[in-house]
């Protein structure tokens, strides 16, 4: 971010929490914060209608994610021979899977489509 920012580049740092999105900010100067949450169609429309007053777009990082909840990663205590679809069939539920799903990959389908005119404006 810094780099881009340092040769001349308009960007724009999104996110769902705009406390974090400031205080980034507040080490990039010309980094400019806005928030949108990318599993939202209406926070993706709202922040795709702030760039579209500014004309076009270069770059478009989809860089939200997610981790579903993982003990047999970070829990030292689980036997050395636990497997991990045994944990995974233990620990996951249908909306854990659901949530990481839409995160990872339905959110930078969504995203990409809607800023996609804006992209396409940005190679001209």
């Known amino acids: 971010s810094q780099g881009l920012v340092e040769?001349?580049?308009?960007?724009?740092?999104?996110?769902?929490?705009?406390?974090?999105?400031e205080e980034t900010a507040k080490n990039i100067e010309g980094l400019i914060p806005l928030p949108m949450g990318a599993t939202s169609r209406y926070s993706t429309a709202n922040a795709l209608g702030i760039i579209e007053e500014r004309?076009?777009?270069h770059?478009?990082?989809?860089?939200?994610?997610?981790?579903?909840?993982?003990?047999?990663?970070?829990?030292?205590?689980?036997?050395?021979?636990?497997?991990?679809?045994?944990?995974?069939?233990k620990d996951q539920s249908f909306e854990d899977l659901n949530a990481t799903f839409t995160a990872n990959t339905s959110s930078p389908f969504f995203v990409t489509c809607?800023?996609?005119?804006?992209?396409?404006k940005g190679a001209r």
């Open 7 to 21: 040769n001349g580049a308009k960007l724009h740092n999104t996110g769902r929490r705009i406390n974090v999105l």
């Open 59 to 89: 770059i478009l990082v989809n860089n939200a994610g997610m981790l579903p909840n993982a003990p047999y990663v970070s829990d030292k205590s689980i036997p050395e021979n636990a497997t991990l679809g045994a944990s995974l069939f």
């Open 55 to 57: 004309g076009k777009l």
């Open 114 to 120: 809607a800023f996609l005119a804006l992209l396409e």
